[in-house]
Nanobody, 123 residues
């Protein structure tokens, strides 16, 4: 699976962005998909995940209530709607495909990664 993340950019605090993750070469419709982020000088951290049919979603506490993950299996795509952005959300955001079909936070459960899209939130 080849993943392409897009939609990042520069936004003011309180603003919104919508990230997209598109897969090519193989569908990920049977797999859970997650979003992770890595701020400068920090380890990659879990943001959100969605199960294969979208019935289950999972969020890090820091983004709960502000971010929404969704997927469109017909388009082989997963989205992350980010509202109420804070400067702490500044990071490179990565989408990843899980080995299984569930929504999981454990980074070791993901075996395909996109190249990342940069999100910068200014104060």
């Amino acid at each position: 699976v080849q993943l392409q993340a897009s939609g990042g950019g520069l936004v003011q605090a309180g603003g919104s962005l919508r990230l997209s993750c598109a897969a090519s070469r193989r569908t990920f419709s049977n797999n859970g998909v997650g979003w992770f982020r890595q701020a400068s000088g920090k380890e990659r951290a879990f943001v959100s995940a969605i199960s294969w049919r979208g019935a289950t979603t999972y969020y890090a506490e820091s983004v709960k209530g502000r971010f929404t993950i969704s997927r469109d299996n017909a388009k082989n795509a997963v989205y992350l709607e980010m509202n109420g952005l804070k400067t702490d959300d500044t990071a490179v955001y990565y989408c990843a495909v899980a080995r299984g079909s569930t929504a999981v936070a454990d980074i070791s459960e993901y075996n395909y990664w996109g190249q990342g899209t940069e999100v910068t939130v200014s104060s």
